[in-house]
């Protein structure tokens, strides 16, 4: 399917914008390539880039140079973290429309993670936009956009809305934590001249961020720089 057609879908079920989350690390990287990048191609230009959960089987299902997105705020759904990292970039839905001709846009009908590599193209995807139409549960983040461009690379342009930074609030260093993390993307933000801001995620108040992130030392390291 191409850009526009997902978007109307989309904007029919009442989803309002994309979401991209990954670690601090990765986060700069993708500021400095200037765009959402594969894990391909921040490999390929040698640029620093978190250990994924999903990396082993990401390559095996031949899905390492694809772009995810989601089309919920996963950590505001959940009320916990998002197991991507800490950093959440934002898009308008005017994100879908301007790929370029070549770019195709698919929806999952299951989270990849669950895929083996003999899932079939028919099972892991919505085949076209009426069944997408048919099928498709806002808040659903089962249901993932995986964009196949050519360049391996979307760039922010001007359709990066904003990017949002968890704070880990138990942990006892959690200013110097967040603090670091924060001008580490400013500045990665400054290199790329993208005109956009990093501001500091709020929680719901039962929200299990906090004592998720002070449980796992693993969890925080997603802020490391
Ligand atoms: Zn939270």
Redesign the pocket.
């Known amino acids: 399917m191409k850009g526009p057609e997902v978007r109307a879908i989309l904007e029919r079920h009442g989803v309002r914008g994309l979401h991209h989350a990954n670690s601090v690390k990765t986060s700069c990287s993708l500021l400095e390539i200037g765009g959402l990048a594969s894990r391909q191609i921040v490999e390929q230009r040698g640029l620093p880039q978190s250990v994924q959960y999903t990396d082993a089987l990401d390559q095996q299902l031949g899905v390492w140079g694809d772009i995810f997105l989601d089309t919920v705020d996963i ?2 759904r959940i ?3 998002n197991l991507y990292g800490p950093v959440l970039f934002t898009f308008d839905l005017d994100f879908l429309d301007d790929l370029d001709e070549e770019t195709r846009v698919l929806i999952t009908r299951s989270n990849p993670t669950r895929w083996k590599t003999t899932t079939s193209h028919e099972d892991r995807y919505f085949a076209d936009a009426d069944r997408l139409d048919e099928g498709f549960s806002a808040g659903d983040f089962n249901q993932m956009l995986v964009i196949r461009t050519p360049t391996k690379v979307i760039k922010f342009s001007d359709k990066l809305d904003r990017i949002v930074l ?2 880990p ?1 138990l942990n006892k260093d959690a200013e110097e934590i967040f603090d670091k993390a924060q001008h580490a993307l400013v500045r990665s933000l400054g290199k790329s001249l993208v005109g956009t801001d990093v501001i500091r ?1 709020h ?2 108040i039962n ?4 004592a998720t992130y002070e449980a796992s030392s693993a969890r925080t390291q997603y802020f490391e720089v």
């Open positions: 950590h505001s009320s916990n973290i968890d704070y609030s995620r929680c719901r929200c299990k961020c906090g």
